[in-house]
Every structure is written in structure tokens, then in C-alpha cells.
């Protein structure tokens, strides 16, 4: 984005006046990127300048603010003053006065943070300067607005929710399997849009322009023929906070039975992704268990922590045993592959979760684990989720700190953990409800820290990890189970808590990795049952015509992997997450009939065929406007030249259509000779009953479709 008025810093240029006024309809000659501008605040540390580039270019923006004469006001607490702000042509002020504004005037501006260092871009791109977030109040509302590193330091927060924190400009898309990038292209250009693809799953993320209604332009997308699923990009919390560093002990360890688990496996050959903050990669526990992951804020290989939230979480998974140092985790002896999906202040988005467990699925994790709160509520984590499955995987996830029913919708794509105390008693911060599936030891976990070090913490965020472990042991200790099997044997296997069988409160109880792994060494892979599946639409018979919307059917005692759609015997598209919906293109084929069968997989590899489905492919056959006019040349006699006697004329004509449809006429000093059908034409031309002196040949060649050329030479006799 190119912007004119731009904001330079203060220091640019020691010339630059102290204080000037803001025109806002002043509109400077100076022209950049506010990317390159932000060079130029030289007193800013150069990391920082960094991440603010980075965030301006991506369109990352933390919230629209509104500028009046005496305040900048938006949800979170700004100081008044803009610096380096440009108001006029090549004037550069290092602070700026508004006190010639009508107490009425506003002007709204998109800011960018990195901690309290912000730049500030004003909507219809004239200005661009740089202010200053304050830190919240305890007056400022909930803690929604609330930075996630105060959290740490509080006590556990009041039962109650969080309000969604939507991304502007953004959504996430579930388009049906086989619809192309193009035809999404078009889709989503209808409401400005621009989506890009999230690996090789048919999830996208689309772009809005800034004066779009994120909300009405999801509603309207949810409805298109060719899309599963349409909703709102949300930034998400992570769910965890410290306690006195000095109160802690590995209690859980003992609690959920995990030496005698240990006797049996440790976790080794088996990947867990920790899709966080990042993860100290350098701590001494963490160190040996470290994989290549990828940061999916920066869109670069650093998975390094900024924040500290990601390496507490590897360390309740993963952290080194048996090293004769710190702690020991659960499944000690697993790789811990790092996925940043935050910002520096920890907060993550539905999409950069999307994302990264869709690269973790791509990339060998067995487990993944996501300790943010309200991802278990999105379309577009849960197709991902069904995706990381659809390789073998499972997907652990936080209930949430709110300590409140969470009202979302159960789901079969992930372990949603609620957390307990050691009396084996849901703790009172920790979220419940129907989506819950299992709990797990959250209080007062002993667990790595960022920087080498190691603490207590508190929070759904660790009781999610110790779940991830013990898949892990199990996983490890019988690799030929499947992913549908562990999740099942991980639930049968934990102590039941609350109401007899699953409540709301405890999923199916508390883990115990002892019963688990036990459960997981003595069973069998006995699964030979294959899928049940059918075609639901079209109809067989239909005519159909363009894209084509085909929806199947796919169940299976244990768990659907993928379905193919397969015509006249041929996979034309797959898809890994019900319900399963293709986009068939039919204008790639000729128009007649065509068989449709589903080809369903589980996990086991039992396969099934759905009964054929024959339907006609009728598309309209758009008539070709030929607008190429035919060439036409008189080969003989030449141009120029004298003739006597009888003269043979020559004429050739081509076109792109063919010459077929050729018509030629021949006139002599405008006087129609000869005239015929085809490539060439001839006529023989008796110059005796000529007078001597300069005569003109004109050739006409006309096409089928009307497009014609005319040549002409002179000759002498």
C-alpha cells in the first residue's frame, strides 16, 4: 500500500520543526510504504522495527482507533501524542498539535503494536505516525483486553467469558474438495476478496478489503453451493498463568500413574507439536527433544519463545527424564516439534492454528497439542484437526480458563481436556461442557520455563499437555494401533470422576497413563470392519451442468480417514473431513454421461465403493466469436509490372477457420471479373480489349464469419 502524507520519524532530519499542526485534509507530495517508513524511526530497537514491518505488511493490525483534538481512543489505552508525523508537503514535526481540530472531528486509523512502540496508518491512507500504548487498568473491562503476561501474574481469573476478538479484514474458508483456486478466486472477488490456500487442505484464508463486513460477508459465503463453511478469522488466549514459584512439585506425575506407564514406554519415535508461543529450544530439558518446526506469525523457521507460554507447555509434554536435571515430563523421551502460531504477547488466531496443525499433519506429528482457549469452537481448526486425523494423527486440546459451561458444540476431531486438582476435583477456574472429553492434572504444575528455568503453573494449558504425553506413551508403546483406537483407549482407560460414564465436568474421567498404555500394549488392531458409503447427491439420471455440488455420505465403526470422489473410475478430488462435499468441474469433460462413485478409507485401510451414481453432463457450448479476418494476396501477375496478351490472374486467400468458408471476388478497374469459394481463384484476363496505360487488380477474401481483407496492384499494359 502506497500511502501520500506519510508520517516520517523525528529524527529524519534535525531540521524538522518541533511541534506543527495537523490539517487532516492536508494531503503532502511525499510517497512510501509505511514498511519502508518505519525504517526511519531510527530510535526504535531494530527488532522491533522489524515486527512492526512485518505486521503492517501482512495487514496485521491490533484494532481501528479513533483520533479526536485531545485523545486516541480505541479498546485498549493509547497516550495522546503523535510523533513523526508528516502534515503537510515535506513537513516533518516530532510532535504533532491537534488543537486547531473542532472538538468533533475524528479520524479513524489503523494501529500496529509491538508492546508499547506503535505506529498509527489513518484509513484513508494520508497520514502515518507513531504513538504509544498504556498499559491496561484494572478499570479496562475484562480481561479480553487484558495482556496475556499480566495474566501470569495474577491469581486465577473470575468465573465468566471472554468476548470474541474478531480480526478485521479476515475470514477462514471450508471450500468443497476439487473446487480450484480459480474458481474460489471468483467466488471471493464478488465481495473484494483474495484467498490463499492453507497447505493442502481445502481450508483458505481471505482477505477483505478494510471497508468490508467481515460478519455479513461470512454469513453470505456460508450459504455459496460451493463452500462447506465460511466464518470469522477470532484471536484466541492462551489459557495459563503462574503461581509462587516455589509451591510447586511434580504431584501429577505420580497422580495419573506415569512411572509405572514408564516401565513400558517413555514416548520415543513418537512427534508432538507444540502449536504455542514457540518453545526455548536451548532450555537443558527441551534441548534433546527439539525438531524443525515453523512460526506461522512470522512465516520464517524461528520457533524461538517470545512470550514463555510455549516452552511451559513442551515442558508438561515432553521435558527431558532421566538427564539428572529439572523435571520430568510425561512422554520424556517424545520429539517436541515447535509451531508458533502467536504474536509476542501470545495471542493466536484461528487461522495461524489452521495452518499449523495443517504443516504439523504434512510434516510427521502424531500429536498435536493447542492450549488456547475457544478453538474447539472453530469450523476451520476442527476441518483441520479432521485433516492432521486423516494422517494418522489426533489433536489435544484446552477447555479453557473461564470457568464457565463454554456452550460449544461437541466434536469428533479433538481431545478437548478440562482440568483437576490433586483431590481429583475439577478446579473451579477451569471451563466444562459437552465438548469436554477428558481431564487431566492442572494446578500447580511444576514445568520448564522460558530462559533455562523452571515454575509452577496453573491452567487448562498444562492439564492439555499431560493428555498429549500419555497419547504419546501410547502410541509409542503400540505403533500399529490406530489414531481412532488410542483416543478410544484413552478414554475407556481413565479413572471416571463426577456423574458414572461421560459428564460435563470430567469427559470420561481423569487419564491414567498406566491404565493406558497397559490397555494399548494388550490390544489388537482387529479393525477389518470397511466404511459404509454413499452418494446423496445428485440423484442417478440428474442432468447437470458447471460446477457440480456432490455430497457423500461416509461412515465407519471406528473412523473415516478420507472419501474420494471418483468419475468414470478416475479420483477427481478428495476430502478428509465430513461432512464430505466435492466441486466437480463438468465443463473439463464433454457433454454425456458419466458414473460417480465414493471411495471411503479408514484408518485400518478397510475400504468400501458406494453404489454408482450415472448423471448427463449437459453444459451450454458457448459459440466462439471469430474475429480473425482472412489474408488474401494476388500471386500474379506482380505488382507493378507490364502485361500483354492474356494474362493469367492468380489469387490466394487462408484463415484461422479454415478455407472453407472462403469467398473471393477479383474486379478489375472496379469491375467485378470472378468470384469463388475456397483458398484460390483464378481468372484469364485478354488486355488487347484494354487501353494502354496503368489498370488496378482488386482481390476481396470474406470468412464464414463476415471478416474480410481486400488487396490490390497496378499493372501496365
Known sequence: MTLTAIALAASLASSAPAQCDWNPSMQASAEGSP????????????????????????????????????????????????????????????????????ASTKELALSYCEGSQCVVVTINGHHLGRITRLAPTRSDGTLAQVDPQQELDTAPPAAGPLAPSYVPGRLIIGARAGLSDAELAKIVSVHGGKGRRIGKSDLHIVDLPGNGSEKAIAALLAKHPQLKFAEQDQRVPAAMAVNDPYVGSEWHISKIGAPAAWDSTQGSGVTIAILDSGVDGTHPDLSARMVPGWNFYDNNSNTSDVHGHGTAVAGGAAASMNNGAGVAAVAGQARIMPVRISDPNAYAYWSTVAQGLTWAADNGAKIANISYVGVAGSSAVQSAAQYMRSKGGLVVVCAGNNGIDEGITPTNTMIVVSATDSTDTKTSWSSYGSFVTISAPGQDIWTTTRGGGYQAWWGTSLASPVVAGVAGLMMSAKPTLSNSQVESLLYSSSVDLGAAGRDNYYGYGRVNAAAAVSAALAATPADTQAPSVAIADPLGGSSVSGLVGVTVNATDNVGVSRVELRVNGSTVATDTASPYGYSWDSTKVANGNYTLTAYAVDAAGNAATSANVVVSVSNTVAKVIDTTAPTVAISNPGNGSTVSGTVGISVTANDNAGVAGISQQLYIDGKLVASGTGGSLSFSWNTRKVSSGSHSIQAIAKDASGNSTTTSIQVNR
Open 35 to 102: 514498511s519502508e517508513l518505519i525504517d526511519r524511526f531510527q530510535d526504535i530497537a531494530p527488532e522491533t522495527r522489524a515486527r512492526l514491518k512485518k505486521r503492517v505488511e501482512n495487514h496485521r493490525f491490533d484494532e481501528v482507533v479513533s483520533i479526536g483534538r485531545d485523545e486516541i481512543s480505541g479498546k485498549q489505552r493509547y497516550a495522546s501524542e503523535i510523533r513523526g508525523l508528516q502534515t503537510g508537503p515535506r513537513t516533518v514535526c516530532a510532535e504533532t498539535s491537534r488543537s486547531n481540530w473542532p
